[in-house]
């Protein structure tokens, strides 16, 4: 019943047309001609002993531990956009922590709110809500300063 031929042959069915299939054939044929290539340059490679003065040569690889994007980022010296604000917030704070004393209170304001307006930004950037960090007051500047150090 389910694998019966269906009597019902009114609908056409067209073929694509040739411009836009793939010739498997050919690419396969392309694919298998440049994988030969590679092999015979990484067999001369090797018969030649230059293998040998590869500078990790008989050293073991170093595996990374745990995220392998977080260590691909770490070899390539990226760091995300959040992490360079959680950087220029920490040494916007202490700076401000070592100015504190000869300031007056309208400057101090005024840099506690250009450092919040960071904060803000700095918590829609960071990926887990649990990463967000509260604003800066006079009051818990030196506690929070712990936090962000």
Known sequence: MFFKKSKKTNSKISPLSRDVMEDAPATIMKERAFNHQMDEIVSDYEKRGDLKELPGF??????AEGDPFQSIL????YL?????????????IEALIDQ?????????EHK??????????????????????????????????????
Do not use: F
């Not at 008989?58 to 595996?63: Q, R, S």
């Not at 770490?74 to 010296?77: E, I, M, Q, R, T």
């Not at 504190?100 to 101090?108: A, F, P, R, V, Y």
């Open 100 to 108: 504190m004393e000869n300031m007056n209170k309208t400057d101090l």
């Open 58 to 63: 008989g050293k073991p690889l170093k595996v």
């Open 74 to 77: 770490k070899n390539a010296n």
């Open 112 to 149: 506690l709110d250009e450092i919040n307006q960071e904060i803000k930004k700095y918590n829609l950037q960071v990926p887990s809500r649990y990463m967000q960090r509260i604003i800066i007051t006079t009051e818990n500047i030196a506690e929070q300063y712990q936090k962000w150090h």
């Open 80 to 92: 995300p956009p959040w992490l360079e604000l959680q950087k220029e917030i920490c040494k916007t």
